[in-house]
C-alpha cells in the first residue's frame, strides 16, 4: 500500500502503521488513554515497536499495542480479546491500544468471527501469549538485576523486587524479546482477575463518534475505480448477452464485461456460496457515474436449467445438481406441505414413539412456517481488491479470511503468501460475511481491469442477491396420558434447502418416546448462516411448541420445561443430549425470579417466557407485551443468559439488548419473499427493520454468575426471543402464532 | 433511498438524508457532517454516546448522533415520544435503540 511518512504527528503515525501492518486500519484507543495516544504521538517509526509474540507489541516508552486476531462487527471482540491478552499480561489498560490484526493465521490463529466463538475460541490462547509475555518480561528484569525471576513480580504493567527495583514493561521490552518463550504458563484463577469481568469501553468508540473512515465503504486508494454487478432480475435466470453501448457513453465509465466467477468443475468449500456466477460488470470513476450507467445496460437473461456445482465433501468432491426454475413462495409452502408428508430421514429416536402416540389420550400436533429472511446489514456488501501479476491486496469488511485465501489463491492462481488482506470494522455481519463471494468477485474485476477497483453492492443489489436464512418448516406433535403426562414427543422439519432440526437438543433426553426427522427440498435460492440459522427458527417453533403443550397440561410454562429438565438431569433418555439440563433450569429460574412471574405487580403485561440452548450457551426471556395504538408492542423484556465467565459486562449487555431487538424485529417484519424466482423485496420501505419507536422501553439483561469458560454470546440470547414474542402474543391477542412473521392478526397472510 | 438514515447530516441546524438531498436544495444553508460536529468528538450528544458506549458496528451511529443533535438543539428537553418521533429514520440494525434513547436523555441533561 502507498504510504507516505512525514512528520511525526498523529496522522504520520497512522500512515507509518499502514506501512507496517500492510492494510488500511489503525485502530488507537484514543478514547480509553489520553497517555497512550501522547506516547504514540511521540513515537516515530513503527520499527521501534518490540514484539513478544504475534500479539503483543511494546514500545520502550511503554506503550503497549495489542492485535485483535478476529475481524469486528459490533460483538466488541476488538475489546474483549485484547482485554484477555492483558489480563494475563497484567498490563496497564490505560496504556493499551488496540490494532485490527491483517489476516495471518500462522501468527493470529484462526481469525474467524462467527459461530458465537471469538471469545471462546481465544479464551486459552490469548491468556497463554499474554501470562508468556509477562513472564518473559520478568525474566529480563531477573537478568538486568540478577535476583531469581521467581522474586520478580509484575503488576499493571511494572516490574518490581523487593530490593527496591522497578521498572516499566516497556523499559525492559527489548531485553525480554531475547528470552526464549515459555510453555505451559499457568494462568491465572477467575478470581484473581482485575481486567476480565471488569467493562472496559469500546476501543474504537471515538472513531465510530466521530466518523472516522473504519468501514470498508469508506476505503479509498490511489486510482481506485468503482465496480457494480447487473445480476440477474431472478434465482433461476442468467445472463444471455448485453448491450453496453448506451452505459459505455455515461460519463466516467471505464468498462463494462461479462465474468465468470467459478471456473467448471471448481471445488467449493462451504463458505464459497455464491448466488450468481455469470457476473455483468459495469466498472467506472464514481459510485454515482457506476449506477447511472449500469441502469442504461441492455441485457437479455435466460433460465440456468438444472446446473451442477462440484463441492468438497468429507469424502473428495461430489456433484450437486442444482435446480432450475423459478421458484415462488406460494408454490414453496405448497412444496413443502407435500413433502412434510412423505417420510424422512430418521434423525434420532428413543423408546417406542409410535405406540406412545398409538396409546395416547390426547395428541397435540402443530406445524410451524418461516420465510427466507435477508441479513440486511447496515453496511452492504463491498470489498476492495488490486490484484496485480504478482500479488493481490484486499481491504474490506470479513468474518472469515481465512476460507476464502484458498478460493482466492485457486482463483487468481497466486500462492496464499502473494495475498494479503486487511480486515476493516464491518457494518455488520450476522452470517453474511463469512461468505466472500464478494471478495472473489472483486478479484476478477480487478484483474480484468488491471487497477485497484471497489467493489460496491447497492442496497437492493444487496437484498436481492442475498445468502439467506433459509425457509423453514416443522411440524412437532405432543402424545399426552391420560394423567396429562407428556408420553411421547416427535418433531419433522423440513425446509429449502436444508432442515433445521437439532435432533439432540432439548426436550430429547427429557421425555421416553421421542422421535425426530429431517427432510430437504433443493433450491436454487442461496441460503447461508444468519445468527443461529437453525436454532433462530427452532426457538420460535419449538418454544410456541411446548408452551401449548404446558398450557393443555394445565401447568405453567416455565414449570413444565423444568420438570422436564428434571427429568433430564436425574435420569436421562438417550446418550448424546447436547446440553446441560442444570445450566438450561438455570436461565429458567432466574429470568422467573428477575421476572417476577406468576406475582404481583405486573397486571399490566401480557407475558411470554422461552429458553433456548445454542452454540454452548442457554439464554431465556420474560417478554412483557401491552397494547399501544391497536397494536402488540413489546415494551419491557428481561433476559438472562448464562454464557460463563463474561469477559467485558457492559459491552455484552449491550449484545444482549441488541440480540432482543434483532429478534422481535425479525419476529413481526423479516420475511423475504420470491415470486417467479424474483424477491419482493429490496430496500426498507418493503423490507421492515425494527425503528426506535417500536423496540422497548427497558431489556433488563443478567448473566448467570459462575466461572465456566467462556462460551458464546453472539448468537444464543437472539433465537428464544421469536418463541418469547409468540407467546406474549398469545396472552395478548388470544391467537397462536405459526407463521413468520408474526401478525396480530395471523388470519392476515403475507 | 432515505430508508436508512445512516447518511445523515446537518442542514443548517435540521437534520437531512444527504442521499436525498440535490445540492441545489442547499442553498446557502451550511452543511454539517459528523465530522463538522465537533473537532475532537466532544459535542454533548458524542459525549453522551461515549459515556453509554452505544455502538456496536457502529454503522449506524454517525447518522444517529446527527439526528440526535438536530432535536437536541429544536427540543432540549425531548420526552421519549419526541424521541421516536425524530430518531424512527435512522435504523439500526444492531438494535442499540435503548443506549441511544439513554444518551440522548443524558445529553440533554448534560445541556443544562
Ligand atoms: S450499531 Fe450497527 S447498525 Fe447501528
New interface residues.
Given amino acids: 500500500m502507498k504510504t507516505t511518512k512525514t512528520t511525526y504527528n498523529r496522522r504520520s503515525f497512522l500512515k507509518a502503521s499502514m506501512l507496517a501492518g500492510g492494510g488500511m486500519m489503525l485502530s488507537v484507543s484514543w478514547?480509553s488513554s489520553a497517555k497512550a495516544a501522547d506516547k504514540l504521538e511521540a513515537l516515530n517509526v513503527p520499527g521501534q515497536w518490540v514484539e513478544l509474540n504475534g500479539y503483543i507489541q511494546i514500545t520502550p516508552d511503554n506503550v503497549i499495542r495489542l492485535l485483535c486476531p478476529n475481524p469486528?462487527?459490533?460483538?466488541?471482540v476488538m475489546t474483549s480479546l485484547p482485554m484477555m491478552l492483558a489480563e494475563e499480561l497484567d498490563a496497564d489498560w490505560k496504556n493499551v491500544v488496540v490494532e485490527m490484526g491483517p489476516h495471518d493465521n500462522t501468527k493470529l490463529g484462526p481469525q474467524f468471527t462467527g459461530g458465537s466463538n471469538s471469545v471462546r475460541m481465544y479464551w486459552k490462547p490469548l491468556r497463554e501469549a499474554g501470562a508468556a509475555a509477562r513472564q518473559m518480561l520478568c525474566e529480563a528484569a531477573a537478568q538486568t538485576w540478577n535476583v531469581p525471576v521467581g522474586e520478580v513480580a509484575a503488576k499493571a504493567g511494572v516490574l518490581s523486587h523487593s530490593s527496591g527495583k522497578s521498572a516499566k514493561y516497556g523499559e525492559m521490552a527489548t531485553k525480554a524479546a531475547t528470552v526464549a518463550v515459555p510453555k505451559g504458563m499457568k494462568l491465572k484463577s477467575p478470581k484473581d482477575f482485575t481486567i476480565v469481568r471488569n467493562s472496559k469501553?469500546?476501543v474504537?468508540?471515538?472513531k465510530?463518534?466521530?466518523?472516522k473512515p473504519?468501514?470498508g465503504l469508506d476505503y479509498r486508494a490511489d486510482g481506485m475505480l468503482i465496480a457494480m454487478i447487473q445480476h440477474p432480475p431472478a434465482f433461476g435466470m442468467k445472463l444471455k448477452s448485453f448491450d453496453a453501448s448506451q452505459t459505455l457513453k455515461m460519463p466516467g465509465i471505464k468498462d463494462v464485461f461479462s465474468l465468470k466467477l467459478y471456473e467448471d468443475g471448481f471445488v467449493q468449500g462451504g463458505f464459497d456460496t455464491r448466488t450468481f456466477n455469470d457476473l455483468l460488470v459495469v466498472v467506472g470513476k464514481s459510485t454515482w457515474e457506476v449506477m447511472n450507467a449500469r441502469k442504461k445496460l441492455l441485457v437479455q437473461w435466460e433460465p440456468t436449467g438444472d446446473s451442477k456445482d462440484t463441492m468438497a465433501g468429507r469424502d473428495g468432491k461430489r456433484e450437486v445438481t442444482i435446480p432450475g426454475g423459478l421458484e415462488s413462495t406460494s408454490a414453496q409452502l405448497e412444496k413443502m406441505q407435500e413433502m412434510a408428508k412423505k417420510p424422512a430421514q430418521l434423525l434420532r429416536k428413543d423408546g417406542d414413539p409410535e405406540t406412545a402416540f398409538k396409546n395416547a389420550a390426547q395428541i397435540i400436533e402443530r406445524t410451524y412456517n418461516a420465510p427466507f429472511l435477508a441479513h440486511?446489514?447496515?453496511?452492504p456488501m463491498n470489498f476492495f481488491a488490486h490484484v496485480t501479476d504478482d500479488k493481490a491486496v484486499f481491504v474490506g469488511p470479513l468474518q472469515a479470511p481465512g476460507w476464502v485465501e484458498p478460493t482466492l489463491s485457486k482463483v487468481l492462481n497466486l500462492p496464499a503468501d502473494k495475498i494479503e488482506i486487511q480486515m476493516t470494522?464491518?457494518?455488520?455481519?450476522f452470517g453474511r460475511r463469512a461468505y466472500a463471494h464478494y471478495m472473489t468477485e472483486a478479484a476478477l474485476i480487478s484483474k480484468k481491469v488491471k487497477a485497484p477497483i471497489k467493489l460496491i453492492y447497492t442496497?437492493e443489489d444487496d437484498m436481492t442477491y442475498g445468502i439467506y436464512r433459509p425457509m423453514y418448516t416443522a411440524t412437532y406433535r405432543a402424545a399426552l396420558d391420560a394423567n396429562k403426562n407428556l408420553i411421547g414427543f416427535h418433531v419433522k422439519g423440513g425446509g429449502i434447502p436444508e432442515h433445521p432440526v437439532h435432533a439432540n437438543r432439548f426436550p430429547a433426553g427429557a421425555v421416553d418416546n421421542y422421535l425426530a426427522e429431517g427432510w430437504e427440498i433443493p433450491s436454487n435460492i442461496t441460503i447461508g448462516a444468519f445468527r443461529a440459522p437453525r436454532s433462530n427458527f427452532n426457538a420460535a417453533a419449538e418454544q410456541s411448541f411446548l408452551d401449548e403443550v404446558a398450557e393443555a397440561m394445565g401447568k405453567d410454562p416455565i414449570e413444565l420445561r423444568l420438570e422436564l429438565l428434571k427429568r433430564a438431569k436425574e435420569n436421562p433418555v438417550g446418550k448424546n443430549n447436547e446440553y446441560d439440563p442444570d445450566r438450561y433450569a438455570g436461565v429458567l429460574t432466574l429470568v422467573r425470579d428477575k421476572s417476577n412471574w406468576n406475582k404481583g405487580g405486573n397486571e399490566k403485561y401480557h407475558r411470554g417466557v422461552a429458553a433456548y440452548f445454542c452454540h454452548n450457551s442457554y439464554a431465556a426471556h420474560v417478554v412483557d407485551m401491552v397494547t399501544r395504538d391497536g397494536q402488540p408492542y413489546v415494551e419491557r423484556v428481561f433476559s438472562v443468559i448464562d454464557c460463563g465467565i463474561v469477559v467485558n459486562p457492559?459491552?455484552a449487555k449491550?449484545?444482549v439488548?441488541?440480540?432482543?431487538?434483532?429478534g422481535i424485529?425479525n419476529a413481526f417484519y423479516g420475511a423475504l419473499t420470491h415470486k417467479n424466482g424474483a424477491p419482493e423485496q429490496s430496500?426498507?420501505?418493503n423490507y421492515r427493520?425494527?425503528?426506535?419507536?417500536e423496540?422497548?422501553?427497558?431489556?433488563d439483561v443478567h448473566f448467570v454468575e459462575n466461572d465456566i469458560d467462556p462460551t458464546g454470546l453472539g448468537e444464543p440470547p437472539f433465537p428464544p426471543v421469536f418463541g418469547a414474542v409468540a407467546n406474549a402474543l398469545y396472552k395478548t391477542t388470544g391467537k397462536r402464532q405459526y407463521n413468520q412473521p408474526f401478525k396480530a392478526d395471523p388470519e392476515k397472510r403475507i | 433511498m432515505a430508508q436508512c438514515g445512516a447518511c445523515t447530516v446537518h442542514l443548517g441546524d435540521t437534520a437531512v438524508r444527504s442521499c436525498q438531498l440535490p445540492v441545489s436544495a442547499v442553498g446557502k444553508e451550511a452543511i454539517t457532517t459528523i465530522e463538522g460536529l465537533s473537532a475532537k468528538g466532544d459535542h454533548p450528544v458524542q459525549k453522551a454516546w461515549l459515556e453509554h458506549d452505544v455502538a456496536q458496528c457502529g454503522y449506524c451511529q454517525a447518522g444517529q448522533i446527527m439526528s440526535a443533535a438536530s432535536l437536541l438543539k429544536s427540543n432540549p428537553k425531548p420526552t421519549d415520544a419526541d424521541i421516536d418521533a425524530a430518531m424512527s429514520g435512522n435504523i439500526c440494525r444492531c438494535g442499540t435503540y435503548l443506549r441511544i434513547k439513554e444518551a440522548i436523555k443524558s445529553a440533554s441533561t448534560n445541556n443544562g
Wanted: no cysteine; hydrophobic share 35%.
Fill in positions: 478514547l469486528e462487527f459490533g460483538q466488541n469501553k469500546n474504537e468508540g471515538l465510530v463518534i466521530t466518523g473504519l468501514f440486511n446489514t447496515m453496511e470494522r464491518m457494518g455488520g455481519g442496497r457492559d459491552s449491550n449484545m439488548q441488541g440480540a432482543v431487538v434483532d424485529g430496500n426498507f420501505h427493520l425494527i425503528r426506535h419507536n423496540a422497548p422501553k427497558q431489556i
